[in-house]
């Protein structure tokens, strides 16, 4: 079973930092972009990030992010991160890390799967 399952968020002030942690496991990690999604309430998803899964130093982020958050992963642990930093109350949302691709797309990897455990970050002004 393919499970993605983000850990990390919290609430904290404008202009804090977090660091969202997502551990994967049930397909082969090392083949597969991973990155993460948000959706705040009443909005549309929206795509954050994505790293490579052929090199890590390859990304993408939503243009309302770059400069503040960092992806990253580590193949041997099956884990993909997000340094949040410089927070604005426009971040809250939940957080949830998926399969991607570097256009900013995000995807399931079977149909049948579901997006798995987000996680809830609340900005406060």
């Known amino acids: 079973e393919v499970q993605l399952q983000a850990s990390g968020g919290g609430l904290v002030q404008a202009g804090g930092s977090l660091r969202l942690s997502c551990v994967a496991s049930?397909?082969?990690?090392?083949?597969?972009?991973i990155g993460w999604f948000r959706q705040a309430p009443g909005k549309d998803r929206e795509g954050v990030s994505c790293?490579?899964?052929?090199?890590?130093?390859?990304?993408w982020y939503a243009d309302s992010v770059r400069g503040r958050f960092t992806v990253s992963r580590d193949n041997a642990k099956k884990m993909v991160y997000l340094k949040m930093i410089s927070l604005k109350p426009e971040d809250t949302a939940i957080y949830y890390c998926?399969?991607?691709?570097?256009?900013?797309?995000?995807?399931?990897?079977?149909?049948?799967?579901?997006w798995g455990q987000g996680t809830l970050v609340t900005v406060s002004s």
């Open positions: 998926s399969a991607c691709t570097l256009g900013g797309s995000f995807y399931k990897m079977r149909e049948s799967d579901s």
């Open positions: 049930g397909f082969a990690f090392d083949d597969v972009a």
């Open positions: 790293i490579s899964s052929e090199d890590p130093t390859v990304h």
